[in-house]
């Protein structure tokens, strides 16, 4: 990600991008016709507005906005799309890290901030029903203080469902609670042909396949979800949050291990490294000590009793790892600080580098140590600082290639740093993404993780979904697959003719 | 239940498990897929197959990483090997379904679950990552090995619960977690179902964190029970039980085993219902002089009637609307004559998945929605 505007490199134009002026003009009458003059964005200034994402370096101005009030509206945008061939993107609050909603040169960019009802809170059955523009924070208020909603990306004060949903988001607390695609249970979706189709509901194990389970984390390829029922816990009775001071990440590193291996499932570990703690001091000045080499977040939540328990088994693991320091924060104000500066982290980038690129490979954690010493070795090659911070339960790295992009020559090196460090994470087991999504930015490194026949299998999906592929096209796969027809002819068995047996 | 077979096959390999398919493809046998064939009897009634692909042959366990809590299995490998592996470092998978010989693989493509769903989820939310064979020959990959991944589209959930009606599950990574240092279990017993119902909302709805939290019901007497785990699990149990008025059961795994046992039977109909509507699941297994099991907090149950025909699973779908009854255990002739999944049509989507994955209706045809 690169944090300075101007400093902006190439602008990518999609493959999968058709020159179709001649019918986005008139899609565009048809557009204002449904959402009226006001949900409509044509002007030059303002469509520049929505050309990237929370992910700079890729920028593309769309044809034109459309900002729909209801799924009504969504669904016969999408039609009205399908019928004149125009390929469309759909973008939540656009904060996502990979590119995922950058628009399609000439194509339609379909913002739904404005699908923002909460529809139904059924706290009986721990259901909650919303439209995809509510946030992320949103959903845990309108079920509080009782309940709340588990997964908690960093941007979670302005990320929007319909996001979360699209990119399988996870958060600081997955490593205990999951990822969004463990609460989703049913989704109202708008197909690419315009077509209404209801996915899951509020019951579990509805007859059929299990495609709630296939449209979360597709990253906006088969529809755009215009209703999402989501599940909704207990708040836990208690919490502990403490930081454990190491001298080094490996240090801490063996704490986390001790601590997993000892049967304790902590709601949160996160890391920080020596650079890291120095940027987000200067940012959020929350008392981490600027001497340590690694600090270790950890939170421990449940009943009283066991969570009292775990929090002594902890400090204990963190003082046989040779913690210099752990602070255990004593009332909910601390907690939060605590946490303030965890997830000021990539911000406070900007106190130390000019730009910076940030990365979501994920490794097994046991990996951890090695990968970060290969992290290390690169970065020196490159003559670049790699500051490292971490979901450690989980062993999804958030390694950030800080540079200078006034610089000649250093925002490729940057990049090429970037790229090694994926394909180190990748080779030790591990994924290009734990938690951003592929989109635009990751799309190169696919090939690293699937082979052509995996590729082909994912293509199967989206074809069944997205047969014309205008549905963010361009996004995920590495190069651009075409939907055949389904292969045939298929045989009739003597069965079937007989009417003794059906096909499904 | 008949399950004879023209011919069986046991491929070793995961390449000659896709030729097989593809073979079967261009000469149009229709295939059916067994693990360790203790679900054989659900889903549709269809024709014998001409060929049986058996995972048999599929049964190491090829990774445990006990350091990552994460393992990759052949789909052959029995659920409890695994879990005696596992259980060796300390750790489990945390499926609990009725077992019996089912295989890892049986127990993921039909989404089968147990008591331990309450925490831990479904099959389809523990499954890192996939390798199948499709009928087009060719052996795919999904997902992968570690517990945290985005790339790529998730069908290790589209090829879980998916009957082997999309491709042959071929081997799967899991999460795993560890195993509980000690149980201790709230039971709540009373004969009145609106009480019963009551207890399990108030255990539900507390800032507690059970294990798994079940209901049951038989002749006229029913339970909650809530399971806790860890170095506290009998104050959590003890403080459980003050909450609903019940008693702590310190040594449970017999209770517990029960509830897994219950989920088998002569005729079984799992419920996809809501938690708030157990009332009225309990009225309807007590009505049609039935038991019930299940997951108090998901609104999942399994009503057994041993002795139902297919006047008394109409009765039960009437009873239970909109809630969707699938028939899992059931003699051949109920099944034939009340449709198992209780669905007319299969919605477009499901059609053109289908014909994605499998154009020629090679695999397990007929015997899905």
Known sequence: MVSDLKSRGRVMRPAAARSCILPLMTLTAELERICGPAGIVTDEHALRTYESDGLLQYAVKPGVVVLPESA???????????????????????????GGAVPVEDGVLIGLNRLRRIVEVDLDNQRVVVEPGVTNVEVSAAVAPTHFYPPDPSSQVVCSIGGNVAENSGGAHCFKYGFTTNYVTGLEVVLSDGEVVTLGGKEPDLPGYDLVGAFVGSEGTLGIATKITLRVIPRPQAVETLVAFYESTAAAGDAVSEIVSSGLVPAAMEMMDRLTIGAVEDAVNAGYRRDAGAALLVELDGSEAECAAALDAVRAICDRAAATEIRVATD????????????????????????????????????????????????????????????????????????????????????????????????????????????????????????????????????????????????????????????????????????????? | MKVTATRTERPASYRRA???????????????????????????????????????????????????????????????????????????????????????????????????????????????GVTAALTSGEVVRAGGKVIKNVAGYDLSKLLAGSFGTLALITEVAVRLHPLPAATATAVFASSDPDALAGAAASLTHAALESQSLDVRWSGGE????????????????????????????????????????????????????????????????????????????????????????????????????????????????????????????????????????????????????
């Open chain 1, 72 to 98: 009504g509206q969504v669904a016969q945008i999408v039609r009205a799309c399908a019928e004149a061939g125009v390929p469309w993107v759909a973008r939540g609050a656009g904060s996502g890290l990979s």
């Open chain 2, 222 to 369: 029913g339970a909650v029970l809530a399971r806790f785990t860890g170095r506290t699990a009998a104050d959590q149990a003890a403080a459980a039980a003050r909450t609903a008025g019940g008693e702590v059961v310190e040594d449970d795994d017999e209770l517990w085993a029960s509830q897994r046992a219950a989920q088998r039977g002569a005729v079984v109909v799992r419920v996809s219902g809501l938690q708030s509507q157990l009332p009225s699941a309990v009225a309807a297994a007590e009505g049609l002089g039935g038991s019930l099991v299940g997951r108090a907090a998901l609104g999942l149950w399994w009503v057994s009637l041993p002795d139902a025909d297919a006047a008394a699973i109409r009765s039960l779908r009437e009873r239970l609307a909109p809630f969707a009854c699938v028939v899992l255990d059931a003699p051949d002739a109920l099944r034939a004559e009340v449709d198992p999944w209780g669905v007319d049509e299969p919605s477009v989507l499901t059609r053109r998945v289908r014909e994605r994955f499998d154009p020629h209706g090679v695999l397990n045809r007929g015997v899905f929605v």
């Open chain 2, 18 to 128: 896709a030729s097989l398919l593809a073979e079967c493809a261009e000469s149009g046998a229709r295939v059916r897929v067994r693990g360790g064939g203790t679900k054989l009897g659900w889903g549709r009634v269809v024709p014998d197959p001409d060929v049986e692909l058996s995972t048999a042959a599929l049964v190491r366990v090829v990774e445990h990483n006990a350091g990552d809590m994460t393992a990759v299995l052949q789909a052959g490998v029995p659920l409890a090997r695994a879990q005696e592996t596992f259980a060796a470092a300390g750790q489990m998978l945390a499926l609990d379904p009725p077992d019996d010989g089912a295989t890892v693989g049986g127990v993921v493509a039909t989404g089968d679950s147990g008591p331990l769903r309450h925490r831990y989820g479904a099959p389809r939310d523990l499954v890192l």
């Open chain 1, 332 to 504: 909910a104000a601390e907690q939060a600080l605590i946490w303030q500066a965890r997830k000021a982290a990539f911000a406070a980038m900007g106190r130390i580098s000019p730009n910076y690129y940030v990365q979501d490979s994920v490794i097994p954690r046991t990996r951890l140590a090695e990968v970060l010493a290969r992290i290390d070795e690169l970065a020196a090659e490159h003559d670049l600082r790699v500051a490292n911070v971490f979901h450690a339960g989980d062993g999804n790295l958030h390694p950030l290639v800080l540079y200078d992009g006034a610089k000649p020559g250093e925002a490729e090196r940057a990049e090429e740093l970037a790229g090694l460090i994926v394909t180190t994470c990748v080779d030790a087991g591990g994924s290009i993404t734990g938690e951003h999504g592929v989109g635009l930015d990751k799309k190169r490194y696919m090939p690293r993780m699937f082979g052509e026949a995996d590729l082909d299998a994912f293509q199967r999906l989206r074809c069944a979904f997205d047969p014309a592929a205008l549905a963010n096209p361009g996004k995920v796969m590495p190069t651009p697959r075409l939907c055949g027809e389904v292969p045939g002819p298929y045989r009739r068995h003597p069965l079937e003719a007989a009417g003794r047996a059906e096909r499904f």
